[in-house]
C-alpha cells in the first residue's frame, strides 16, 4: 500500500465511523455478520443507514455465503467482515473471501453501483496454532482496511490505528480526499496524538506473547471440556465461546458470577445460549476459576434433571 493510502486514526472506532459517514447515506444498508461486535449496530444506526445481520454457518462459525447473497437489495452499500470474527474465534479462509469477492462483484454489477466491504481485522495478529489471517482486501477492490492496536498491546486507552486502501481501489484519489475531510469533521478531530503517532514505529514491533495466550486456550480449552461444556478451539482473538448447560445463558453466567467467575452472556452479542471467557485472565485467575466452572455445570446438570 502507498503512503498517501494509509490514514491515521485514533482508534478503530473512529476509523469504522468515517467508512460508514463516508459510504452510506439515510435508508442506506449495511450488512453485518452476526454475532456482531457490540457497537456495528450502534454506528451504523449513528450514520443513519440500517443494519443488516447474516448470521455465520451455526455448525462451523464460517460465513453463509448463500445468505449474504440472499440479503443484499438495491439499497445495500457495505459489508462489515471481521476476522478473526470477535467472538467465535474464526478465521475466514482466502477461497472464502474469494467466493464473497465474487458474489459482491456480481451483486454490485446487477445494481449498478459498488458494494464495499469494510474488513475490520483488530484482531488479525492474534492467531494460534500459527495460522494466517487473509485479508479481504486482497480479493476485493472495493474495500476498506481497518486496524486498531489496542487489542494486540492489551491497551485499550491507548487509541492508534488506521484506516488502509488496496492498491487496486478505483477512484482512490476521490476517497482520500474524502477521508482526509472527515478526519477533522464533523465529529471531532480523528487523528491520533502527536506522541502516539511519533512513537508507533517502536511500538508497532509489540505485540502479545502469542505462545502464553495459546497454552491458555490450550489449559482452557481441555479442563471445560473435560468438564462437559461444547465449545469450539478458537482460530485467533483472546476469547472461549462456550454453550451454556442452560438455554438462559444471561442465568447461567449469574450462576457463575455467584461464584466469583465472571462471563460475557451471549444474548447482548446476539448468541443466545453461549457465553464467553475472556483469555487475557492470568494463571492464577484460571486455576482458581476452573474448580469453580465444574461446581457450576454440575449445579445446572443436577438442576436440569430435577435436582437442587
Known amino acids: 500500500m502507498a503512503p498517501e493510502d494509509i490514514f491515521l486514526t485514533n482508534g478503530s472506532l473512529i476509523s469504522l465511523t468515517i467508512c460508514l459517514q463516508m459510504l452510506t447515506e439515510m435508508g442506506d444498508e449495511v450488512i453485518i455478520i452476526t454475532p456482531p461486535w457490540l457497537n456495528y449496530r450502534r454506528m451504523i444506526h449513528v450514520a443513519g443507514a440500517v443494519p443488516v445481520g447474516v448470521p455465520v454457518n451455526p455448525t462451523t462459525f464460517d460465513l453463509d455465503l448463500d445468505a449474504i447473497a440472499a440479503a443484499i437489495t438495491e439499497r445495500t452499500r457495505a459489508i462489515v467482515i471481521n476476522s478473526p470474527h470477535n467472538p467465535t474465534g474464526k478465521i475466514f479462509s482466502a477461497t472464502t473471501l474469494q467466493q464473497l469477492a465474487s458474489l459482491l462483484t456480481n451483486a454490485s454489477n446487477r445494481y449498478g453501483k459498488p458494494i464495499y466491504l469494510i474488513s475490520d481485522e483488530t484482531f488479525s495478529r492474534i492467531v494460534f496454532d500459527q495460522r494466517t489471517c487473509p485479508s479481504p482486501t486482497q480479493?476485493?477492490?472495493?474495500?476498506?482496511?481497518?486496524?486498531?492496536?489496542?487489542?494486540?498491546?492489551?491497551?485499550?486507552?491507548?487509541?492508534?490505528?488506521?484506516?488502509?486502501?488496496?492498491?487496486?481501489?478505483?477512484?482512490?484519489?476521490?476517497?482520500?480526499?474524502?477521508?482526509?475531510?472527515?478526519?477533522?469533521?464533523?465529529?471531532?478531530?480523528?487523528?491520533?496524538?502527536?506522541?502516539?503517532?511519533?512513537?508507533?514505529?517502536?511500538?508497532?514491533?509489540?505485540?502479545?506473547?502469542?505462545?502464553?495466550?495459546?497454552?491458555?486456550?490450550?489449559?482452557?480449552?481441555?479442563?471445560?471440556?473435560?468438564?462437559?461444556?461444547?465449545?469450539?478451539?478458537?482460530?485467533?482473538?483472546?476469547?472461549?465461546?462456550?454453550?451454556?448447560?442452560?438455554?438462559?445463558?444471561?442465568?447461567?453466567?449469574?450462576?457463575?458470577?455467584?461464584?466469583?467467575?465472571?462471563?460475557?452472556?451471549?444474548?447482548?452479542?446476539?448468541?443466545?445460549?453461549?457465553?464467553?471467557?475472556?483469555?487475557?485472565?492470568?494463571?492464577?485467575?484460571?486455576?482458581?476459576?476452573?474448580?469453580?466452572?465444574?461446581?457450576?455445570?454440575?449445579?445446572?446438570?443436577?438442576?436440569?434433571?430435577?435436582?437442587?
Not at 465472571?262 to 471467557?277: D, H
Open 139 to 308: 480479493f476485493y477492490p472495493f474495500s476498506f482496511l481497518i486496524y486498531g492496536y489496542s487489542k494486540v498491546w492489551m491497551a485499550p486507552g491507548q487509541r492508534i490505528g488506521y484506516i488502509a486502501l488496496p492498491p487496486t481501489m478505483p477512484e482512490c484519489e476521490s476517497i482520500r480526499r474524502i477521508i482526509r475531510t472527515l478526519q477533522g469533521s464533523p465529529f471531532g478531530w480523528c487523528f491520533p496524538s502527536a506522541l502516539m503517532q511519533y512513537a508507533l514505529t517502536d511500538l508497532d514491533e509489540l505485540t502479545l506473547d502469542l505462545d502464553h495466550l495459546q497454552h491458555k486456550r490450550d489449559w482452557m480449552v481441555k479442563a471445560l471440556q473435560e468438564m462437559g461444556y461444547k465449545l469450539q478451539i478458537p482460530e485467533g482473538a483472546f476469547f472461549l465461546l462456550v454453550e451454556s448447560p442452560w438455554s438462559d445463558d444471561c442465568a447461567f453466567a449469574e450462576l457463575l458470577a455467584s461464584h466469583d467467575v465472571f462471563v460475557f452472556p451471549g444474548t447482548p452479542q446476539e448468541i443466545p445460549g453461549y457465553f464467553r471467557i475472556s483469555l487475557t485472565a492470568n494463571a492464577d485467575m484460571i486455576s482458581r476459576a476452573l474448580p469453580k466452572f465444574q461446581v457450576a455445570i454440575e449445579h445446572a446438570t443436577a438442576k436440569a434433571f430435577g435436582g437442587v
